[in-house]
């Protein structure tokens, strides 16, 4: 989220202030036109009610101490009294100053006004200036000769206190604005990119989606088509995790029954080759209803059938099992795989027999597979494939070791990973996924054992299922 300055709220109020002042100096420019006007008007006033008493005096000359004093008092240089086309010079320093500019305030315009005053406060202070000035409603006119300096002062601190004033109205009407504007638009826009900024963290979260007020304005309506977009694709989302967990389910399922397949077919190939003629009309038929049977498990496999079933166990016999295994494999004749079954006759395991076996045959196909393809390239390797066991306690270990080429680098940064484990070109990866699926289900563990020599050594521990106090010793009684 953006800082205060960054944000909208800092923009918008300095926008405000900016607009505000900028309206002010539309009133502040013509103001101090009019203020210094007054000023001048002021001591034009002045200088004319002392130029009526001096002019009632009249033929007598104003001493040159009243005079000062006169001067003195209306702030002015000199002081000349126009009337009935006459002019008569009322007053006047002994050192009289050269004029720099000329006012006369009866034809002075706006435009002249507004320029006057502002060049008097930019360059004046110490000039002498000529004011002139109508006396009232008579044709009299007035003439003063002054100092710029006290004008300029007064429209410096007229100038200081508009600013301070302008400054003052500006930030208390932004202030309100701010807090109305931050109200309406600031606070809905941040409560609507926060929860962009959830719903972009966890989609899948009910709670991440807007939640739209009552309002009715473009905000509101935002609001409202926002909630509705991130629920709509909340429902996006969980229909496409549920199609990639259906077709991963699904890929589980191809590819064991592709093994039972070939399997099949391997066995269906060989029928067909004996002289009954029965044998070999049935036995492509049979092969055709296997491979309809399994896509009719394809098509109706259910949202629910996605995790794996939960192992129905029992005490199993090993050997038996891993010899299913190796039936199942049917190891060509033309490839020199030698199969040794190493697991003690009688070596009960707990656990279930149907899921097992598919973690052992997962297993070794693999490895089945890496040697038929070593000895396709080596005819002179060795090729060898080693089912053993052993109970330690309560825990079964399975070993499946072969001599094949081993496990590519690639293949071990993914092991286990569905799609990227694959060993061989071609594979997807799902056996291990499988086979780590279903151990675990059975509260075991599997993993890729370091060998000194060349192959590849998996090793499986499955743990037996805990006796409860009660049962073993009712099963104890019985037995007694």
Same mark, same amino acid.
Request: hydrophobic share 45%; charged share 20%; net charge negative.
């Given at each position: 989220?953006?800082?205060?300055?960054?944000?909208?709220?800092?923009?918008?109020?300095?926008?405000?202030?900016?607009?505000?002042?900028?309206?002010?100096? !539309?009133?502040?420019?013509?103001?101090?036109?009019?203020?210094?006007?007054?000023?001048?008007?002021d001591r034009l006033n002045t200088a004319a009610a002392a130029a009526t008493v001096i002019d009632?005096?009249?033929?007598?000359?104003?001493?040159?101490?009243?005079?000062?004093?006169?001067?003195?008092?209306?702030?002015?240089?000199?002081?000349?009294?126009?009337?009935?086309?006459?002019?008569?010079?009322?007053?006047?320093?002994?050192?009289?100053?050269?004029?720099?500019?000329?006012?006369?305030?009866?034809?002075?315009?706006?435009?002249?006004?507004?320029?006057?005053?502002?060049?008097?406060?930019?360059?004046?202070?110490?000039?002498?200036?000529? !004011?002139?000035?109508?006396?009232?409603?008579?044709?009299?006119?007035?003439?003063?000769?002054?100092?710029?300096?006290?004008?300029?002062?007064a429209l410096l601190i007229y100038a200081r206190n508009i600013f301070l004033l302008s400054i003052?109205?500006?930030?208390?009407?932004?202030?309100?604005?701010?807090?109305?504007?931050?109200?309406?638009?600031?606070?809905?826009?941040?409560?609507?990119?926060?929860?962009?900024? @959830?719903?972009?963290?966890?989609?899948?979260?009910?709670?991440?989606?807007?939640?739209?007020?009552?309002?009715?304005?473009?905000?509101?309506?935002?609001?409202?088509?926002?909630?509705?977009?991130?629920?709509?694709?909340?429902?996006?989302?969980?229909?496409?995790?549920?199609?990639?967990?259906?077709g991963l389910a699904v890929s589980k399922i191809n590819h064991d029954m592709r093994n039972i397949?070939?399997?099949?077919?391997?066995?269906?190939?060989?029928?067909?080759?004996?002289?009954?003629?029965?044998?070999?009309?049935?036995?492509?038929?049979?092969?055709?209803?296997?491979?309809?049977?399994?896509?009719?498990?394809?098509?109706?496999?259910?949202?629910?059938?996605?995790?794996?079933?939960?192992?129905?166990?029992?005490?199993?016999?090993?050997?038996?099992?891993?010899?299913?295994?190796?039936?199942?494999?049917?190891?060509? @004749?033309?490839?020199?795989?030698?199969?040794?079954?190493?697991?003690?006759?009688?070596?009960?395991?707990? @656990?279930?027999?149907?899921?097992?076996?598919?973690?052992?045959?997962?297993?070794?196909?693999?490895?089945?597979?890496?040697?038929?393809?070593?000895?396709?390239?080596?005819?002179?390797?060795?090729?060898?494939?080693?089912?053993?066991?052993?109970?330690?306690?309560?825990?079964?270990?399975?070993?499946?070791?072969?001599?094949?080429?081993?496990?590519?680098?690639?293949?071990?940064?993914?092991?286990?990973?569905?799609?990227?484990?694959?060993?061989?070109?071609?594979?997807?990866?799902?056996?291990? @996924?499988?086979?780590?699926?279903?151990?675990?289900?059975?509260?075991?563990?599997?993993?890729?054992?370091?060998?000194?020599?060349?192959?590849?050594?998996?090793?499986?521990?499955?743990?037996?299922?805990?006796?409860?106090?009660?049962?073993?010793?009712?099963?104890?009684?019985?037995?007694?």
């Amino acid at each position: 989220m953006p800082g205060f300055l960054s944000g909208l709220s800092g923009r918008i109020l300095t926008l405000t202030i900016a607009v505000i002042m900028c309206a002010e100096l !539309v009133f502040f420019v013509p103001s101090l036109a009019q203020m210094r006007l007054r000023w001048l008007d002021d001591r034009l006033n002045t200088a004319a009610a002392a130029a009526t008493v001096i002019d009632g005096l009249q033929p007598q000359t104003l001493p040159r101490a009243l005079q000062d004093e006169t001067l003195m008092a209306t702030g002015t240089k000199a002081i000349v009294l126009r009337k009935d086309d006459t002019t008569q010079l009322l007053a006047i320093t002994d050192m009289p100053p050269e004029i720099s500019a000329t006012y006369d305030l009866a034809t002075v315009g706006p435009v002249a006004a507004v320029l006057d005053a502002f060049d008097e406060l930019l360059f004046g202070g110490n000039r002498a200036i000529r !004011v002139l000035g109508p006396i009232g409603d008579s044709s009299d006119t007035i003439e003063l000769v002054i100092s710029d300096n006290e004008l300029r002062h007064a429209l410096l601190i007229y100038a200081r206190n508009i600013f301070l004033l302008s400054i003052l109205l500006s930030t208390v009407t932004a202030l309100l604005i701010f807090l109305r504007l931050n109200f309406l638009m600031v606070r809905p826009l941040r409560r609507q990119i926060a929860s962009m900024q @959830a719903f972009s963290d966890k989609p899948e979260a009910v709670e991440s989606v807007f939640e739209p007020g009552r309002s009715t304005d473009e905000l509101g309506v935002a609001g409202r088509h926002l909630a509705a977009m991130q629920s709509e694709l909340q429902k996006t989302l969980r229909q496409q995790k549920r199609l990639a967990e259906l077709g991963l389910a699904v890929s589980k399922i191809n590819h064991d029954m592709r093994n039972i397949l070939a399997s099949a077919q391997l066995m269906s190939d060989r029928i067909a080759d004996t002289e009954d003629p029965v044998v070999r009309r049935i036995a492509p038929k049979l092969l055709r209803a296997i491979d309809r049977a399994a896509a009719y498990s394809r098509s109706v496999l259910s949202y629910g059938q996605v995790a794996e079933a939960e192992p129905r166990r029992a005490m199993i016999d090993l050997a038996v099992l891993v010899n299913d295994v190796h039936d199942y494999l049917e190891l060509s @004749a033309e490839v020199p795989i030698e199969w040794i079954n190493k697991v003690p006759e009688g070596l009960k395991v707990d @656990a279930d027999a149907e899921q097992l076996f598919r973690v052992v045959f997962n297993l070794c196909r693999n490895a089945v597979q890496a040697l038929t393809q070593q000895a396709t390239e080596r005819r002179d390797s060795l090729c060898c494939l080693i089912v053993s066991a052993q109970r330690h306690g309560s825990v079964v270990s399975i070993s499946i070791d072969d001599t094949g080429p081993g496990m590519p680098r690639k293949a071990r940064e993914n092991l286990f990973a569905a799609f990227r484990g694959a060993v061989r070109s071609g594979g997807t990866g799902l056996g291990l @996924a499988i086979a780590r699926e279903l151990v675990l289900a059975h509260g075991g563990t599997i993993a890729l054992v370091e060998k000194p020599g060349q192959g590849t050594l998996f090793r499986i521990e499955i743990p037996d299922r805990p006796v409860a106090l009660e049962a073993w010793r009712s099963e104890t009684e019985a037995g007694g």
